[in-house]
């Protein structure tokens, strides 16, 4: 099904007078899922947009080096990947704040939206998974949330799937020493 759609989504672009078609195609089809990846990367819903956005024009702009060695959906994510590492590389060489007050107006946001005992596992899922490594925290994401089998994280990561394995192992191990510290479970 998804290779259908990628077809036709690359058809209509290549052809001149379907091109804008079929970005809106594309962006139907793929947009929601590649903001969830970047927002669960991101804390701010403005940042993802506007990643989201870059990612978008990238995608505009290269759609023809797509060579179809994945699947389009790969593609994407490795570009939508690269785009917020990229962010979050340039902001965190443009924050000035201590570390003492960096996370203060997300922690009490968080609390204040926390009141089910489940949205707590959230929270402090969510609050393990900023400790992490990039990378570690990357291959989490694309492991535990979009349930990216090895393979495919090898493709949009281009690393090899025992690297995977071992990054993935020792984000597991360092969320639940955080959660176990945290005593909720």
């Known amino acids: 099904m998804e290779q259908e759609i990628d077809h036709k989504i690359l058809a209509l672009i290549q052809d001149k007078t379907s091109i804008d078609k079929g970005f809106r ?6 947009q929601e899922k590649l903001y969830r990846q970047v927002r669960r990367m991101l804390n701010e819903h403005a940042d993802a947009n506007d990643v989201l956005q870059n990612v978008m024009i990238k995608v505009y702009r290269s759609i023809h080096k797509f060579e179809g060695k994945s699947s ?16 979050i590389k340039s902001k965190k060489r443009k924050e000035t704040s201590s570390i003492d007050n960096e996370d203060l107006g997300l922690d ?6 926390h009141s089910i005992a489940s949205e707590e596992v959230q929270y402090y899922l969510n609050k393990a998974m900023e400790q992490l490594p990039e990378k570690q925290k990357l291959v989490f994401n694309m492991r535990y949330f979009d349930e990216m089998p090895y393979e495919e994280i090898s493709k949009v990561l281009d690393t090899s799937v025992g690297a995977l394995k071992a990054s993935y192992h020792h984000a597991v191990k360092k969320i639940e020493a955080f959660i176990r510290q945290a005593d909720i479970i």
Not at 25 to 30: K, R, S
Not at 72 to 87: C, D, H, K, M, S
């Open 25 to 30: 195609l594309l962006m139907d089809t793929y």
């Open 72 to 87: 389009l959906f790969t593609w994407l994510y490795r570009i939508a990947t690269n785009e917020t590492l990229t962010f």
């Open 108 to 113: 009490k946001s968080l609390r204040a939206e």
